[in-house]
C-alpha cells in the first residue's frame, strides 16, 4: 500500500518569512496530492491540490510543487500570517479504483509574530 | 459549496454503552464516505470506506462489530461505537466524497466529533 512521508514534524517561521514542507509517498500508481490544514479541535481543510497532470499549482499565498519522478510533493506557504499556524498533512491516493487518502505524519506549523 | 457536518460535535459516556455519529454531506450527494480516527497529535488513520447502499469496507486491525457503519443515503452515514471503552476515546472524523467526474477522488471533511469514554 501507499506510504506518504512528511518533514519536518515541527517548523517555526518568523512571520513574513516563508515556509517549505515537504511529503514523500511511495506508490507510483497515485495521482492525487491535497493538503490540508488542521486547526485544534476541528476536521482538516483542504487547502491546496494537485493532480499528476501538473507539475505546479499556486493559490495567493500557497503553492504546491510536485516532482513525479522523485515521488514527492511539497507545499509552499509565503510571506506568512499568525493565522498560518496550524498543523498541515499532505496526502496521496490513487483515482484508479480506489479512492482511499493515505496521510502524511503531519507538521506543526507556528508563525512568530 | 461542499459542507460536510458531523453530529454531535463532542460526547462523553460511560464505559460500555453505545454511541451514534452522523456524518452529513449538505449540499451535495456523496456517493462514498470515510471514517477517520485521530489520536492525540497524531494523524488520520482511516477506518473505513462506505458506499451508499452497501456494506462499509473495513481497514485491517479495525474491528466491524465494534464500530457498525450505515450509509443509508448519499447525504448521510453514521458511525456507532459499540460498548465503547476508555481506550475508544478519540477524535473521529467523516470526509465524504462527490465520486463524479475528475473530482471522484477529492473528499471534504466534517469538522470531527471528540468522544471521551469514562
Known amino acids: 500500500g501507499e506510504n506518504v512521508e512528511q518533514h519536518p514534524s515541527t517548523l517555526s517561521v518568523q512571520e513574513g518569512d516563508s515556509a517549505v514542507i515537504k511529503c514523500t509517498y511511495s506508490?507510483?500508481?497515485?495521482?492525487?496530492f491535497p493538503w490540508y490544514k488542521q486547526e485544534l479541535g476541528k476536521g482538516p481543510q483542504l487547502i491546496i491540490d494537485?493532480?499528476?497532470?501538473?507539475g505546479e499549482k499556486k493559490d495567493q499565498r500557497i503553492a504546491v510543487t510536485l516532482n513525479k519522478t522523485a515521488k514527492h510533493f511539497s507545499l509552499h506557504i509565503t510571506e506568512t500570517q499568525p493565522e498560518d499556524s496550524a498543523v498541515y498533512f499532505c496526502?496521496?491516493?490513487?483515482?484508479?479504483?480506489?479512492?482511499?487518502?493515505?496521510f502524511g505524519t503531519g507538521t506543526r506549523l507556528t508563525i512568530i509574530p | 459549496g461542499a459542507v460536510v457536518s458531523q453530529h454531535p460535535s463532542r460526547v462523553i459516556c460511560k464505559s460500555g454503552t453505545s454511541v451514534k455519529i452522523e456524518c452529513r454531506s449538505l449540499?451535495?450527494?456523496?456517493?462514498?464516505m470515510f471514517w477517520y480516527r485521530q489520536f492525540p497529535k497524531q494523524s488520520l488513520m482511516l477506518m473505513a470506506t462506505?458506499?451508499?447502499?452497501?456494506?462499509?469496507?473495513?481497514e485491517q486491525g479495525v474491528e466491524k462489530d465494534k464500530f457498525l457503519i450505515n450509509h443509508a443515503s448519499l447525504t448521510l452515514s453514521t458511525l456507532t461505537v459499540t460498548s465503547a471503552h476508555p481506550e475508544d476515546s478519540s477524535f473521529y472524523i467523516c470526509?465524504?466524497?462527490?465520486?463524479?467526474?475528475?473530482?471522484?477522488?477529492?473528499?471534504?471533511f466534517g469538522p470531527g466529533t471528540r468522544l471521551t469514554v469514562l
Open positions: 470526509s465524504a466524497a462527490r465520486g463524479a467526474g475528475g473530482s471522484r477522488d477529492e473528499q471534504f
Open positions: 506508490d507510483s500508481a497515485s495521482n492525487y
Open positions: 494537485i493532480r499528476s497532470n501538473v
Open positions: 496526502a496521496a491516493s490513487s483515482s484508479f479504483g480506489n479512492e482511499k487518502l493515505t
Open positions: 449540499d451535495f450527494q456523496a456517493t462514498t
Open positions: 462506505s458506499n451508499e447502499g452497501s456494506k462499509a469496507t473495513y
